[in-house]
């Protein structure tokens, strides 16, 4: 069941199994392994309930072509593996902790031929985005990183058939290229495979190594994390849902101390990368709540449906933005982003953008819900909330430096960059004056351009800016063309009143950050 095995893969059996747990449970196990002879393979019992069906390797098809996949993907970077390794661990492992360090390093250095292809491919292809970082390499020609890719993938399918823990690691890793544009598919495939290998269930508990369950928790909060943010980006409804969720929390006794022994600034920044991980499945639980409470299908209705429904936004939204406040005055100072040292490379800035992503997907929401009939005070308060957080995410970009830039990013911080610029299309097409729309107009091509001239810093943001381009280019094309013309804003002078009840109680939860608040971060 561990994420290196070669001989054997295991699938969970669920409770609607035509394998029931009272018949498994008065099967013989042995007391070395916890195994049973099965009809075909094997049956594992690694807790009161928990058990998996074994099977061999040899018994699929294909499983001859992974030692010679293997044997190319080293060839390809050959002589320069074990430095990719490193440069592999040194800088996308930190944040992004979803192998085993020990474990990988010992086993590579007796041969690298105990690994699945892709995750062997995987680990090279994200390293070699550093390439120049590493002075053993810069000096010497760059590996073919589209062959390598090509394997990868290809034997991501092959061994698809033979799902392992580290089928999901590959993949995972897989997702998380900089100029992957195109993931949904791929995600759900790994969602599935995770649910295969029971990593959306409690292992706390389970008859398997230390080590191997604080691995499992680690890589399905990553698998839920990858599943949430990949249902944003691509406006699809999640797979993995909190009902059928029972990973505990990861806490600091799942994390390998894989910084023993280094100096102390290696070991900050690896306490950093693991904060972080731990903020971003903070930060992802209450996107899942925001996608089910305002984006759903059921929510779209429940609010169609309702008497008022800004109001009914606002109730669903409430919570949520206390939860995002709160989460935000608590982040720890060492994720600040002017807690990174110069020269140092830090993905602080992936987290922080994801922060703002969430804030504006809980706005776009209220926005949408707006209409000429809403009561004019609950507009201001809900657009004057929605233009502090639109200010406070630009500013953030134009903050980043090049330690922020040049480090690792999450999957999804392209679409979040261009996502600032949607935002401001959308708060520019809803305008309610035409000094407003003016405002929005300036700031949004203000923007745009700011990603045009930046996006040599990084791939991904060349494919930012091409996301935003698609999303809005038309748009100011249009804009640019009436920007004489005198808008007619329906909502002016719409229904009257000075604030419906419960106004200012919303107006206190939706009021935008203070600038102090902002300072630093």
Not at 5 to 32: F, M, N, S, V
Not at 57 to 79: F, G, K, T, W, Y
Not at 123 to 150: M, Q
Request: charged content about 25%.
């Amino acid at each position: 069941m561990t994420s290196l095995q070669i001989q054997q893969y295991a699938k969970y059996i669920g409770p609607t199994d035509e394998h029931d747990y009272a018949l498994l449970d008065l099967r013989l196990y042995d007391d070395d392994h916890d195994e049973a002879v099965a009809e075909q393979g094997t049956f594992r019992k690694v807790g009161p309930s928990e058990f998996f069906h074994q099977f061999a390797d040899a018994d699929q098809p294909n499983q001859s072509q992974d030692l010679r996949d293997v044997d190319q993907i080293e060839s390809i970077v050959a002589p320069h593996g074990s430095a990719l390794i490193r440069l592999y661990f040194r800088i996308v492992h930190p944040s992004f902790p979803i192998l085993q360090k020990d474990l990988y390093l010992e086993r590579y250095a007796r041969s690298y031929r105990v690994f699945s292809p892709p995750l062997l491919a995987a680990v090279y292809i994200l390293a070699l985005n550093w390439w120049s970082y590493s002075p053993e390499l810069r000096g010497h020609v760059k590996p073919d990183i589209t062959l390598l890719e090509d394997i990868a993938f290809r034997s991501l399918q092959e061994t698809s058939q033979r799902p392992k823990v580290s089928t999901v690691q590959a993949g995972l890793l897989l997702l998380q290229r900089p100029g992957s544009i195109s993931s949904w598919q791929l995600t759900c495939q790994i969602v599935a495979i995770g649910q295969d290998l029971g990593l959306h269930l409690d292992c706390s508990s389970w008859r398997i190594p230390v080590w191997e369950r604080a691995l499992r928790k680690r890589l399905a909060w990553a698998l839920f994390n990858q599943d949430t943010w990949s249902a944003l980006i691509y406006a699809r409804p999640p797979h993995i849902a909190l009902s059928n969720w029972a990973v505990q929390p990861v806490s600091s006794e799942d994390f390998p101390d894989d910084a023993v022994g280094e100096e102390e600034d290696i070991v900050a920044e690896v306490e950093k990368g693991r904060t972080l991980f731990n903020e971003l499945i903070s930060l992802s639980k209450m996107l899942s709540s925001i996608l089910e409470q305002l984006y759903s299908l059921q929510a779209e209705l429940d609010i169609t449906h309702s008497y008022d429904p800004t109001k009914a936004v606002l109730e669903r939204a409430k919570p949520i933005q206390v939860r995002l406040k709160t989460w935000w005055s608590e982040l720890p100072e060492n994720l600040r982003m002017d807690a990174t040292r110069s020269g140092v490379l830090s993905s602080v800035g992936y987290l922080h953008l994801a922060y703002f992503a969430t804030e504006i997907t809980l706005h776009r929401r209220i926005l949408r819900s707006l209409s000429p009939s809403t009561d004019p005070y609950l507009i201001q308060i809900c657009r004057s909330a929605a233009k502090a957080r639109l200010i406070s995410a630009m500013d953030f970009f134009n903050r980043l430096k090049p330690e922020h830039l040049q480090s690792f990013w999450y999957f999804c911080s392209k679409f979040n960059f261009a996502l600032i610029g949607t935002f401001a299309g959308l708060c520019f097409v809803t305008s309610v004056s035409q000094d407003e729309a003016e405002f929005y107009q300036r700031r949004l091509m203000e923007y745009r351009w700011t990603l045009r001239v930046s996006n040599k810093s990084a791939e991904f943001l060349e494919i930012a800016s091409g996301i935003l381009e698609s999303a809005v280019g038309s748009l100011l094309k249009a804009a640019e063309g009436i920007e004489s013309r005198k808008v007619d804003f329906p909502m002016l002078g719409s229904g009257g009143g000075t604030g419906g009840d419960g106004a200012w109680d919303l107006e206190g939860e939706l009021s935008s950050l203070d600038d102090t608040d902002m300072e630093g971060r």
